[in-house]
């Protein structure tokens, strides 16, 4: 199984972007899809996070501007950034975990300008 992330890209601040991760190949028993992010020089941090039955987690810096969505059927992940500030500046991750394995898509670049 492989997760292909898309959507990333340069934006001005208050922009917005929408970010797709899709896996290829069947997941077994998907327990929760979530996006991470790595600013430059920083640790990688959760996102947000939603769960097989819909419930959703917010880290508190993106509460409000970004929505976590998914499409269980293609088994994919979509991130929506709404104004975006630079400190959302970072290499965007996905991440499905499932009951057998968790998977790691390969990173988009959003890069928001002031």
């Known amino acids: ?17 929408r970010l797709s991760c899709a896996a290829s190949g069947s997941i077994f028993s998907i327990i929760a ?3 991470y992010r790595q600013p430059p020089g ?8 939603i769960t097989s ?5 917010y880290a508190d810096s993106v509460k409000g501007r970004f929505t976590i ?3 269980n059927a293609k ?3 979509y991130l929506q950034m709404n104004s975006l500030t630079p400190e959302d500046t970072a290499v965007y991750y996905c991440r499905i975990m499932g009951s057998r394995a968790n998977y790691w898509g390969q ?4 890069t928001v300008s002031s």
């Open 107 to 110: 990173g988009t670049l959003v």
């Open 69 to 71: 969505s998914r499409d």
């Open 75 to 77: 088994n994919t992940v």
């Open 33 to 35: 899809m979530a996006w």
């Open 1 to 17: 199984v492989q997760l292909q992330a898309f959507g990333g890209g340069l934006v001005q601040s208050g922009g917005s972007l």
């Open 53 to 57: 039955d819909g419930n959703t987690n």
């Open 42 to 49: 920083k640790q990688r941090e959760l996102v947000a996070t």
